[in-house]
């Protein structure tokens, strides 16, 4: 087959318009790999964003601080922070004592942000992003349901 024969059989055929970005399909699993890793959940609600952000105060808040998680309000973002001494830490304290009892002065810091906002279509977005362990992570996941 020649280029001009090629030229021929595309004649007939109908224009399309060319893609514009790729088009990406998100994992409607919840997650399933234990440990503190990083997640982003966003969901469209179809209520007042007031009374989003009071239910946030009544399940979302309670929840996390069962998993040491302190909340602070930063503008209109919810900011849950933990801080705690990973496992290793202990272990070099007791094999390298006493100066490994310095590896207990190391702490690290995990932080989940909750952004509550009105959008266009009247109702609310929740926008939740940042580094959780494998429960915390299932239960933001369960929000688009």
Same mark, same amino acid.
């Given at each position: 087959?020649?280029?001009?024969?090629?030229?021929?059989?595309?004649?007939?055929?109908?224009?399309?318009?060319p893609r514009r970005g790729k088009v990406v399909r998100r994992s409607t699993r919840a997650p399933r790999v234990p440990g503190r890793l990083a997640f982003v959940e966003r969901v469209q609600l179809k209520t007042h964003p007031a009374l989003v952000r009071g239910q946030a105060f009544e399940v979302?808040?309670?929840?996390?601080?069962?998993?040491?998680?302190?909340?602070?309000?930063?503008?209109?973002?919810?900011?849950?922070?933990?801080?705690?001494?990973?496992?290793?830490? #202990?272990? /070099?304290? &007791?094999? %390298?004592?006493?100066? =490994?009892?310095?590896? +207990? $002065?190391?702490?690290?810091?995990?932080? #989940?942000? /909750?952004? &509550?906002? %009105?959008?266009?279509? =009247?109702?609310?977005? +929740? $926008?939740?992003?940042?580094?959780?362990?494998?429960? /915390?992570?299932?239960?933001?996941?369960?929000?688009?349901?």
């Open positions: 087959m020649t280029l001009l024969e090629l030229g021929d059989l595309h004649e007939d055929l109908p224009e399309l318009e979302i808040a309670p929840s996390l601080a069962r998993y040491g998680y302190k909340l602070s309000i930063e503008g209109s973002s919810l900011v849950f922070r933990c801080r705690r001494r990973p496992g290793w830490t #202990i272990a /070099v304290a &007791i094999l %390298a004592f006493p100066l =490994g009892l310095l590896a +207990l $002065l190391h702490t690290e810091s995990d932080e #989940i942000v /909750v952004r &509550i906002e %009105a959008s266009a279509g =009247g109702g609310t977005s +929740l $926008l939740a992003h940042g580094v959780g362990p494998l429960n /915390v992570r299932r239960a933001f996941a369960r929000l688009r349901d």
